[in-house]
Structures are given as C-alpha cells and as structure tokens.
C-alpha cells in the first residue's frame, strides 16, 4: 500500500508539474499523456525495471486494442471509479502484468483517466524509442510481413538512410498487396490499391 501511495504521489507530482526529464526532441507525445508516460518511463527505469514495463506496456496496449468490452470500461465515464478500476485491475492481474504497472494503472484510475491510457501507452513506446535515438516506420501490408520480407524492407530502410529504426505493423486488406511505409513525415506508398488509383487517372487524362 505504501508503494501504491508513493508511486500516486510521484505520478501526480510530474503530471501536475509538467516537469519531464531530458529527451530527444523526436518524442513529440506532450501534454496529459507524455507526462505520464515520462513518469511511468522514469520510475520504471530507478527501479531497474525498464525492460519489463516496456514490453508489458506493449502488451497491455495490444490487449486494449484486442478487446472491446475492456476498452468499453476504459472509456465509459459513467461508471463508479472504484467499479472500472477494479475490473480493469482484475484483468491486469489475471493477465500477469507486474505490479509496478498495476499500481500505475490504479493512479490512473484513481485520477480518472483511464479514457486515455490507451495514448498513454502509445507515448510511452514513443518516448521509450526517442531515447534509443530510433525512429519509427509505420508499415501497412495486406497481409502480416513474412520474416524475409521484413528483413528485406530494413535494408531498403537503411539504404534510404534509416539505420536505427523500429517497424510497427499493420495490416489493411483493402490495399490489395503491396506496402504503404510511412517514416515520420515521408510516406512511401507502393500498395496495389494506390497504383490503380493512379493508373485510372491516368487512363482518365489519356481519354
């Protein structure tokens, strides 16, 4: 219980405060969620357990985006805060998150903010890559990245000058095959869905 208070009290202080330690200017999660993210991130690491709140705040945001009744709970506001925290916190339990992250989620909770944990996670992962001096590629393929395939899309990735860089996921079937890589700012889109759009057009203007 005095962990829990502890841990509340510290969370509330560098989110009230907006005070955040030094970072890369790449971590661009400011505001509400970066706060917390950047206090999760820093307890995390003077506790030596950085490694495992990280892969387990990559779970958790996983599990949120799986299951819709949980994200029904995070975001109802019309719930009794002792009621969603306890549900929330049973899941987490059952599911064998550690209790550094079960005791953040209840300041969460407590602060009733549990609406925005999902972007909460998402800031963290962002922060957790800043302070690696990587960058991101967002990658959207019609069906999951064969081992290969991944393999072959950092060479590209380095070749263009992306040597530190972390790939992130996803899958949209409504792009018919290819890829649409996304880095920062530049977007690389060579999906089959984007090609024919583009060849319509062009037979359009050939009309």
């Known amino acids: 219980m005095e962990c829990r208070r502890a841990q509340k009290e510290r969370t509330e202080r560098v989110v009230a ?4 330690t030094a970072q890369p200017v790449a971590f661009a999660a400011n505001g509400l969620e970066g ?6 991130y ?38 009794d805060i002792k009621v969603s925290s306890a549900a929330v916190l049973a899941v987490l339990e059952a599911q064998g998150f550690g209790q550094l992250l079960r005791n953040f989620v209840g300041v969460v909770a407590e602060n009733r903010r549990l609406p925005v944990l999902r972007r909460v996670l998402s800031a963290l992962d962002a922060l957790a890559i800043a302070r690696r001096g990587e960058v991101v590629a967002e990658v959207v393929s019609v069906a ?15 070749e ?14 409504s792009l018919l095959g290819g890829l649409v890589v996304r880095v920062g700012a530049k977007l690389y889109d060579a999906s089959l869905k984007s090609r024919l759009f583009r060849l319509h057009y062009a037979m359009k203007g050939a009309a």
């Open 160 to 173: 263009a000058g992306y040597s530190r860089i972390t790939i992130r996921e996803r899958v949209d079937s």
């Open 17 to 20: 405060s907006g005070v955040t």
């Open 35 to 40: 706060r917390y993210a950047t206090a999760l």
């Open 144 to 158: 999951p990245l064969s081992s290969e395939q991944r393999a072959q899309l950092q060479v590209r990735l380095a």
């Open 42 to 79: 820093d307890l995390a690491a003077e506790q030596r357990q950085l490694d495992t709140v990280l892969d387990e705040g990559a779970a958790l945001a996983r599990l949120i985006d799986e299951s819709a009744p949980l994200r029904t709970v995070l975001a109802d506001r019309r719930l």
